[in-house]
């Protein structure tokens, strides 16, 4: 038997998280579907000193599991599965996971966006020590460190000359002779003189994964194959993002990235709300996150209320269209 739902939400990060806080304080006893990464790209990063009310920083996992144990409190429910199939050509809406089925009046996407990685064991190893792909959430802690930037794009150049607040050195590390990034952004950073280039070349490994910390970089000339290794303290990748979106191509409106193309937070669908980083292709941070967590929470609570016949306040027109 299906599980009926006046809000579900997917995704369980601080956009999932804080829609969940919301709709429980409003009596929805809202069911966040977790997905395989409970607490989203928080929980693998160490010190997050940019989230308001923790004047010391606090651990991403830590912060990640607070603000699950605060929506609990107030009767939100939790599955530890992915939702395998969502159908959204009728209202209410239907979503499978792999052991049940939830019809729900509204949804709530926070399935958030994955940054793009090399593909090699000692990224992942050293995330959140030494590896990063968020330099606006990780930069402070490299003052007057040598730090790698991986990207020929208009994010790497960003976080290139972003570092450069912090960083001794950035350099810039690129498969190839020329950048993908506007002219603008290659002229900015090659008139900052702590950024550095080194062309031509890919990431062959990242040392050293046996002392938790990074000491180096090995690079790969892509033209003669010869290895060179650097001194380094830190590594950023920076080659995009993809937004976890497969699930509702063909059903909701996106953007040529992939993104959730949303008003506010309302999507193409009336009853279908997108928040975090699966529809915010620019700020991509926690507490921006959360504040569309927040959002969409709420208009499904206004939507719900119009429907039973009492607003607690006027709705603008649910079926308008979305801008780009």
């Known amino acids: 038997m299906a599980t009926r739902k006046k809000v579900t939400i997917l995704g369980s990060g601080s956009a999932g998280l804080t829609a969940a806080i919301y709709a429980a304080r409003a009596n929805l006893e809202p069911l966040v579907i977790q997905g395989l990464q409970p607490g989203g790209q928080l929980t693998i990063t160490t010190d997050v000193e940019n989230f308001p009310g923790f004047a010391d920083g606090i651990q991403g996992p830590d912060l990640m599991e607070q603000t699950q144990r605060q929506a609990a409190r107030f009767g939100t429910q939790f599955i530890d599965d992915n939702a395998s199939f969502v159908d959204l050509s009728k209202r209410p809406f239907m979503i499978r996971t792999s052991s049940q089925e939830i019809i729900t009046d509204t949804l709530i996407i926070c399935t958030g966006a994955t940054a793009k990685l090399l593909g090699i064991e000692a990224e992942k190893k050293l995330m959140g020590h030494g590896v990063s792909a968020c330099a606006t959430c990780d930069g402070f802690f490299f003052k007057d460190k040598e730090v790698f930037v991986i990207g020929g794009g208009d994010t790497a ?168």
């Open 157 to 324: 150049l960003e976080e290139a000359v972003f570092l450069t607040r912090f960083a001794k050195q950035v350099t810039v590390v690129h498969r190839r002779e020329t950048f993908r990034a506007s002219p603008i952004m290659v002229n900015r950073a090659k008139q900052n003189n702590k950024v550095k280039f080194i062309l031509n070349h890919v990431v062959e490994d990242i040392d050293d994964i046996s002392k938790n910390e990074v000491t180096g970089i090995k690079l790969r000339d892509a033209q003669s194959n010869k290895i060179s290794q650097y001194p380094a303290d830190g590594v950023f990748i920076a080659i995009g993002h993809q937004p976890n979106t497969d699930l509702f191509k063909g059903q909701l409106e996106l953007t040529k990235t992939g993104y959730i193309v949303t008003n506010g937070v309302k999507t193409s669908i009336t009853g279908v709300f997108a928040a975090g980083d699966v529809q915010d292709e620019l700020y991509r941070q926690a507490v921006t996150a959360a504040g569309s967590g927040c959002a969409a929470a709420l208009e499904a609570q206004w939507l719900l209320e119009s429907e039973e016949g009492h607003p607690s306040m006027p709705l603008a027109d649910a079926k308008q269209k979305v801008s780009k």
